[in-house]
């Protein structure tokens, strides 16, 4: 058994006519008071008790339903659909073109923001500032592999400087590799040895490079990318042990409020790259357990504002 799809006249004659539908608005609570069809009842499709809440409106499962989203390009009402009919439910519709294709029919809508069906989302713009980075909410994550085991911690930024103009990002940052921080193995005895590790000539050589550089040689906006993606294309220059290299990655800019950003990137370094050979198959033979693998994933949220660096500040983990 599968879902049908209903056109938004058909529903209107059929509403009009008063036939028994359960017409369900499978969207966010604020987008249904923003704007729905008149009669609908607002089931949001993302909570996870989506199918008790049906259940408690609809208590059998023959009577007629018929669901809508947004718009043919989202997925909401073919979701919802899919999981009522596996659910058992026995008529099951969804409203071809959603609010849009209701609207775009010149059928009435109620709601304390109509216009919102026919506002696109909007491209974020950012005025041409600089901002220095709070390095109390800013934080590193790092990930290590071997063949048994990952290790992962934090880093702290030492200090930054964003700058905006004409609709692009330049900054450069100092990492502070002293802070390097294990939480895995947090009170375990051997984390004190792993720390150590890590700091030592083996790996990041801290005593001789306590900070890491990187700066911002460009970073070019995405056009009309929706904002669950990433929305710049970065390119610098990443310094450490004294090592310098170019790298590239995709990041996500949010404004957020009294004029603060955040930027959150997620990408991996081949740690080789910069002199950290530990481990490494490509330059050692026969490694057996010290194994360990070339890649270090990085999880990076700056958070910046004018004027409101805090060097050496403790960044929390969270």
Known sequence: MTSRIILPQVLHDRLKEG????????????????????????????????????????????AEIVIYGSSDRSLEAATAAEKLVGAGYCSVSVLQSGLKGWKASGYELEGEDIGIVDRVEPVLTYEDTRYSVDTGQSIIHWFGR????????????????IGIRDGKIEGAFEIDMTSIR???????????????????????????????FFTIRS??????????????????????????????????????????????????????????????????EHLGYHLVYNPISLQVRLVAGPGVEKRGTQAGAG
Not at 151 to 159: E, I
Request: charged share 25%; with cysteine; hydrophobic share 40%.
């Open 19 to 62: 036939e028994p539908i359960v017409l369900i608005d499978v969207m966010v609570d604020d987008h249904f008071r923003a704007v729905h069809l008149p009669g609908a009842i607002n089931v949001c499709v993302y909570e996870t008790i989506f199918l008790d809440n049906i259940a408690g409106l609809i208590p059998g499962k023959d």
């Open 146 to 161: 071997n063949r048994n085991t990952t290790h992962h911690g934090t880093l702290r930024v030492y200090s930054g400087e």
């Open 219 to 284: 970073a070019d906006q995405i056009e009309e990318v929706p904002s669950s993606l990433p929305n710049f294309r970065v390119n610098g220059i990443f310094e450490m042990r004294g090592l310098k290299n170019d790298i590239e990655f995709l990041a996500t800019a949010s404004p957020l409020e009294e004029g603060f950003i955040k930027i959150e990137a997620h990408f991996d370094i081949d740690r080789t790259r910069w002199g950290v050979l530990y481990g490494s198959s490509r330059f050692f």
């Open 182 to 212: 294990d939480i895995d193995l947090e009170g375990d005895p051997l984390h004190p040895h792993l720390i150590a590790h890590l700091k030592s000539e083996d790996f990041f050589f801290v005593k001789l490079f306590p900070k890491a």
